[in-house]
């Protein structure tokens, strides 16, 4: 990738730990949002993905639309070991090269435009993907187990899915000491964003201007 000219932010840390929240008050700070969930669901929606989804797993991982059923295919590849994680090896192999494709795009499209103050990049495996490299910072969201756990059980998720999904991505404390900012989030809102807004700005003003 080109040298960029605007700052890149990369967000990180442990499922349900409220990356999403983080990422809108940078939104709303300016900055332009890359979300790789996101594109992983356009990309599930590309017609050469959904043939070889449905050779792969059959016809029902499919809903009623046509459209690939994400908590049908989520309990194939997070189910336990060994079959689990071999399965979710085979869905990484198809969707993370289209995924780094249009990352990549996108970054280079936003820098061009150099319409924002910063990029925002939220990917579930920052480190694990390599794109932590190109990042002028990292920031760790952290927040308990217990509140992680609460937030995951709104998404339906009990304490053991929860474990089962963590274990496919580097463990958290990894995540905390390679960050370069750490961001508690297990307070109120309002003490987050005194932290975000305190480390966005000064990386803005520690940004030449173009």
């Known amino acids: 990738m080109e040298r960029l000219n605007l700052p890149l932010i990369g967000i990180t840390g442990g499922i349900a730990s409220g990356k999403s929240f983080i990422t809108e008050q940078l939104k709303r700070n300016g900055a332009a949002i890359i979300s790789a969930d996101h594109l992983a669901h356009e990309v599930l ?25 994400r908590s049908r295919l ?4 997070f189910a336990p070991p060994p ?8 869905l990484e192999g198809l969707t993370h090269p289209r995924i780094r494709e249009l ?28 794109w932590n490299k190109f990042c002028t910072t990292v920031w760790f ?3 308990p187990l217990e509140v992680r756990q609460a937030r ?3 998404r339906g998720w009990n304490a053991a899915e929860l474990a089962r999904r963590e274990a496919t991505q580097m463990p ?4 905390r000491q ?9 307070g109120t809102a309002e003490a987050t964003r005194a932290q975000i807004d305190q480390q966005w700005q000064a990386l803005i003003s520690a940004t030449p201007s173009r």
């Open 45 to 69: 929606k590309l017609k050469e993905v959904k043939q070889e989804v449905r050779e792969r797993w059959g016809d029902p991982i499919f809903s009623a639309d046509g459209e690939v059923d």
């Open 74 to 77: 989520g309990a194939i590849v």
């Open 83 to 90: 079959e689990g994680p071999r399965q979710l090896k085979l």
């Open 103 to 130: 990352i990549g795009r996108q970054i280079t499209e936003i820098n061009e435009q150099g319409t924002t103050p910063a990029i925002v990049l939220d990917v579930p495996l920052l480190f694990e993907s390599g």
């Open 141 to 143: 969201v952290e927040a």
């Open 152 to 154: 995951a059980s709104e």
């Open 172 to 175: 958290i404390e990894q995540k």
């Open 178 to 186: 390679r960050a370069d900012v750490i961001i508690d989030n297990s």
